[in-house]
């Protein structure tokens, strides 16, 4: 797929044969240009018989087009290429002209240097996704390779054996250095007389730009109204714009009593954020560690400028990556109201609203007939634009895959087939696709696909939200706001926080006495009792706090599904099942206070806006739902709530029961905690560790500590909540792993006496965990529990405050401890000194390497290599097997590709046994040992090891060496090759 212009086809797009600028050229290289056959030969006699040339191409650049205005947006941006691609070899052949070389052509030349065709390269295009110094960079590098190709030609010219030496020395120093780095300057020069001319050409090239600090992505309006084409919008597009800049006006959310919205326009802060040309590097986007070193931008209407006016935007889709929360959708909202409808025809597709099953193009149809009020094709809207460029933007990617749970990863690839259809029939299209960062694992990227990700709010871009709330209600302070910078960095958490603080400034009062888990109290039961109230229904204080705990509860099932599911998000079905069987919902005698119960998810969620709803439509009109919190840990403090609850609950019964049961039945509490490991959620564990200090808790230790002394009983109920397929013995080893985290969660140490175990007691249940558990979970057990035993053959568990490291060798170093395995630890103990020094896997490969018989441990060397060994440690252990009477050879050529230093003293050794066992050292690319004695100062060597001097001398006498070295002159080492 072709994206860039040659010389001879960019004069040609500019104007042919009627333009007078590009006739004068033509006719000046009696016709080679238009007919496509100019070459070297042109190229250099013009700088000797056609110095106009040169001349003619500058003017080219400064009079682009006869007409800037009243041209489609399209054919504006091919202009501007072309243009830009005779800017690229004009300023090279500037360059080169300015040097005065001393070289004729002669006829005889001509066959030399006709295969050499510069003016039919493909021409560097700047991208506005790489920093103006990268774009310059790409340029200085393509520039190298036409001095290299260019200073080939000359020197099998005829002229050039006339030469002499000092002639031909400056002549290369002229065209291979001088040339390609006064072709850069010259470039520069040139491109901003272009781009003084036609704005958009700086944002191409990423060039800082002076506006004023404007935001909302006004001076991306701003900037395209300098570039306008001028045209008169048709009055489709006049509908469409009219209908995308209403929402500018918009309040953020719906107004609340006492409160005062801001628009949308007068809210919106421009996010920050990165932005990588996705076949330029390796891995995926949906990986953080793929941004980790790409730099943080703030100019978004900048590069969104450039993009959108380049030529790149018509070869592949652009796409938005972002967490939930962090604005995808507002900033499309946003884009196509900024666009000017004389130039751009956009289309705002919500994929959540079209059918699931259709194609690309029926994708956008009904999102026309959505936005008009009428079916509309593709085909009669993208002809009838009146030379506007269209921008479809398609909205939500991650919802299609999220909600049908049906994998598309060549999307963005069937996009960018359609462009390339679009662009050979003339009606060029630019494509915008938002998705979740997370979603995106696999996506397979076209060539030349930008990738824009979007980032949290900044300390300053808090500050400025903040700025334009406390104008219209009580001032909220940022350094209050910014101590929950989790929170605050969400533009929609933001917005959460502010409405929490506008009823009562109850949470600037409180902030400082609050723990985070009192903060997430308040704030759900603000917006649970602001939905609850809603209806006008009359109620009793106990009514609505009923119906509050209620919303709340259920609120906590769709955490639940989450959590026990393993998934960051969970659909309709599966939250209206939970919700029967955990709640019962969905039984007609179920009532709280004056309210209906719900029957379905979907109504649970809908109303609370720090809940993401996921959609997708099928063909047959059903919807496809599922929902995730905007921030994880709602969910975290959600579950921890319930199941705390769930405790207190059972506490009551417990005090209730009649005598003659030793406890109580805990069915409820084993459905909740016997499918995932509360320890694979720190944030959980916090929680409950912080429900654990308020009062009113005794006795709970007793209950939980007779809940696992129970653990082993036969159960006649697992309850009805199955949130997913587990073997009973699964379930079992869940819970009671579950059991000792709420014992930690209300003591900071549990001991043996407390559990009424044994340390074989611990060591059966911990290797039972081990087993039933998933791998994940066993870790997250092994990073939470701190196990010491005593002499007296007692124990004491306790919660470890290191539960981030997850190295494999923490791992061994630290499971036996969990396990109480007198065994593994002495095993670990045994390598403790290498894992000290070593990773797990360099472990695994030196113990193995010691256990290897000599005539067998080229391959072991080997693995230790591909372990990640340091050179050093490769050669050491190479070196002390060499000569002993193994495969020397094969254990050389093993360290072939190694970096790093030997051991002088080893490695001397090592070669004087190879030479005394007639080793041939020319088998192998190592240095021998001639040059070893040579070249090396020994001295220091010989000092720690005198026994190797003798054998030293011998071995050189053999090899017929002068040695020692009358004056040694000490040199560092060399690397082993």
Request: proline share 5%.
């Amino acid at each position: 797929m072709r994206k860039t212009y040659s010389y001879n086809e960019a004069v040609k797009i500019l104007g042919g044969r009627e333009h007078p600028i590009v006739a004068a050229m033509d006719k000046l290289l009696n016709g080679a240009l238009l007919a496509g056959s100019l070459g070297l030969w042109q190229v250099l006699d013009l700088f000797d018989a056609k110095p106009d040339f040169i001349r003619l191409s500058n003017e080219l650049i400064s009079k682009v087009s006869e007409k800037r205005r009243k041209v489609s947006r399209y054919t504006r941006t091919q202009q501007l290429h072309a243009a830009h691609a005779v800017l690229v070899m004009t300023a090279y052949f500037d360059a080169f002209k300015e040097q005065q070389l001393p070289i004729k052509l002669t006829a005889m030349d001509r066959e030399l240097v006709a295969t050499y065709n510069p003016w039919d390269l493909d021409l560097p295009l700047p991208s506005p996704g790489r920093p103006h110094e990268e774009n310059l960079d790409r340029l200085s590098v393509h520039y190298s390779g036409l001095a290299n190709s260019l200073f080939q030609a000359l020197t099998s010219m005829a002229a050039w054996d006339d030469l002499n030496d000092t002639q031909r020395g400056r002549a290369e120093l002229a065209i291979v250095r001088v040339t390609p780095t006064r072709a850069v300057e010259r470039y520069e020069e040139l491109l901003g007389q272009l781009a003084a001319e036609y704005p958009e050409i700086r944002f191409w090239c990423a060039v800082q730009d002076g506006r004023s600090a404007r935001s909302a992505l006004a001076r991306l309006e701003d900037a395209l109204r300098e570039t306008t084409t001028d045209l008169t919008p048709e009055v489709r597009l006049a509908e469409l714009a009219g209908a995308y800049r209403g929402a500018l006006r918009r309040p953020l959310v719906k107004a609340s009593e006492g409160v005062r919205i801001p628009s949308l326009a007068d809210a919106y802060v421009d996010p920050r954020f990165q932005v990588v040309i996705g076949t330029e590097r390796s891995g995926a986007p949906s990986l953080l560690a793929w941004w980790d070193d790409v730099s943080i931008r703030d100019d978004l209407y900048a590069y969104l400028v450039g993009y959108l006016t380049s030529p790149v935007a018509l070869t592949a889709p652009l796409l938005v990556l972002g967490d939930p929360g962090s604005g995808k959708s507002v900033l499309t909202e946003m884009l196509a109201a900024r666009l000017p409808s004389s130039d751009f025809a956009v289309v705002r597709v919500e994929l959540r609203s079209t059918p699931v099953d259709a194609d690309l193009k029926r994708q956008i149809e009904h999102g026309l007939h959505k936005l008009l009020h009428e079916p509309v094709s593709w085909a009669d809207f993208s002809r009838d634009t009146s030379g506007a460029l269209p921008v479809v933007i398609l909205d939500g990617f991650d919802e299609l895959l999220q909600a049908t749970g049906v994998s598309q990863t060549r999307y963005l690839t069937a996009i960018a087939d359609f462009q390339q259809t679009l662009q050979d029939m003339g009606r060029p299209a630019v494509f915008i696709v938002t998705s979740r960062l997370s979603v995106c694992a696999g996506l397979e990227l076209p060539e030349s696909t930008h990738v824009v990700r979007l980032l949290p709010f900044s300390e300053e871009q808090v500050r400025a939200w903040l700025d334009v709330w406390n104008a219209v209600n009580r001032p909220l302070p940022a350094e209050t706001v910014l101590q929950y910078e989790d929170l605050a960095s969400q533009p929609l958490l933001l917005l959460m926080l502010a409405l929490y603080d506008a009823v009562d400034d109850s949470f600037q009062r409180d902030h400082l006495s609050m723990s985070r888990g009192q903060l997430y109290e308040r704030l759900l039961d603000r917006f649970a009792r602001r939905e609850v109230t809603k209806d006008d229904a009359d109620r009793s204080d106990v009514d609505l706090n009923a119906d509050v705990e209620f919303e709340l509860e259920r609120l906590s099932v769709v955490a639940l599904a989450m959590f026990n599911r393993g998934a960051q998000w969970v659909a309709e079905h599966e939250v209206t099942s939970d919700l029967a069987q955990l709640l019962d919902v969905d039984s007609a005698d179920r009532q709280v206070g004056t309210r209906t119960p719900l029957s379905a998810g979907e109504t649970v969620l809908g109303r609370f806006f720090f809940v993401q709803k996921t959609e997708a439509v099928r063909e047959d009109k059903t919807k496809l739902r599922t929902y995730e919190f905007l921030h994880a840990t709602f969910g975290e403090y959600l579950v921890a709530r319930f199941v705390w609850d769930r405790l207190l609950v059972l506490q009551r019964e417990d005090a209730a029961r009649s005598r003659r049961k030793s406890t109580v039945d805990d069915t409820e509490l084993y459905s909740v905690l016997s499918f995932t490991a509360l320890t694979s959620s720190v944030p959980i564990l916090d929680f409950l560790r912080e429900f654990a200090q308020r009062p009113g808790n005794d006795g709970l230790f007793d209950l939980v500590v007779r809940l696992f002394g129970a653990r082993d009983e036969r159960r006649l109920s697992r309850g009805v909540y199955v949130p997913n397929v587990m073997t009973d013995s699964a379930r079992d080893a869940t819970y009671s792993v579950n059991l000792v985290a709420l014992a930690l969660a209300l003591r900071e140490k549990v001991d043996g006496h407390d559990l009424r175990m044994s340390v074989d007691e611990w060591h059966r249940e911990a290797l039972f965990w081990k087993s039933r558990l998933a791998g994940a979970e066993w870790t997250s057990v092994v990073r939470c529990f701190w196990v010491e035993s005593y002499p007296d053959h007692d124990f004491v568990v306790s919660q470890s405050r290191r539960a981030q490291d997850v190295r494999p060798e923490w791992m061994l170093l630290t499971e036996p401890d969990v396990l109480m395995d007198g065994v593994s630890s002495t095993l670990r103990n045994a390598v403790a000194p290498l894992v000290s020094q070593h990773s797990i896997e360099v472990t695994a490969a030196l113990i193995e390497l010691m256990a290897t018989p000599l005539e067998r441990v080229a391959p072991a060397i080997r693995r230790l290599v591909e372990a990640g060994a340091d050179g050093e440690v490769v050669f050491r252990e190479a070196d002390a097997r060499l000569g002993l009477g193994g495969d020397d050879l094969a254990i050389v050529k093993a360290t072939y590709n190694v970096a790093g230093h030997a051991d002088r003293a080893v490695q001397l050794d090592a070669w004087l046994r190879l030479h005394e066992r007639g080793f041939r050292f020319e088998l192998v690319k190592v240095r021998d040992l001639t040059s070893l004695l040579t070249t090396t100062d020994l001295r220091d060597v010989f000092e720690r090891r005198p026994d190797l001097l003798k054998r030293a001398t011998a071995a050189a006498a053999e090899l017929g060496l002068e040695w020692p070295l009358s004056d040694w002159t000490p040199s560092p080492p060399d690397p082993l090759l």
